[in-house]
C-alpha cells in the first residue's frame, strides 16, 4: 500500500449565477415588456405610480422619464436583447 501525503482533495470554487442584463421597461422580471409595462412606467413618469411598481424594469438610480419610456418601447416591439 502507497503511503498517503496528506494532500487535501480540491474543493471547487463556488460560482455565482449569472443574473439577466436588466431589460428597461420589463417590470415583471421575465425578460419581455408588455404593454402594462409601459403604462406603468407613464404612471410613474406622470407621478401617480410609485417606482417601486417596476422593481425589475428601471436601473438603479435612473429617472423615469420620456427616454426611459422610449427605451422600454423599443423593447416592447424588438425584444430585451435589442440594447
Do not use: F, K, W, Y
Not at 503511503?3 to 431589460?23: I, S, V
Not at 436601473?59 to 419610456?69: D, T
Amino acid at each position: 500500500m502507497a503511503p498517503t501525503t496528506g494532500a487535501a482533495t480540491p474543493t471547487p470554487t463556488p460560482t455565482q449565477t449569472a443574473m439577466p442584463p436588466l431589460c428597461v421597461g420589463d417590470c415583471g422580471g421575465t425578460q419581455t415588456v408588455a404593454v402594462n409595462d409601459v403604462i406603468t412606467l407613464s404612471n410613474i413618469a406622470l407621478g401617480t405610480a410609485q417606482a417601486a411598481e417596476c422593481p425589475r424594469g428601471i436601473p438603479n438610480g435612473a429617472e423615469v422619464n420620456v427616454a426611459l419610456i422610449i427605451q422600454a418601447v423599443n423593447h416592447a416591439l424588438n425584444g430585451c436583447s435589442s440594447g
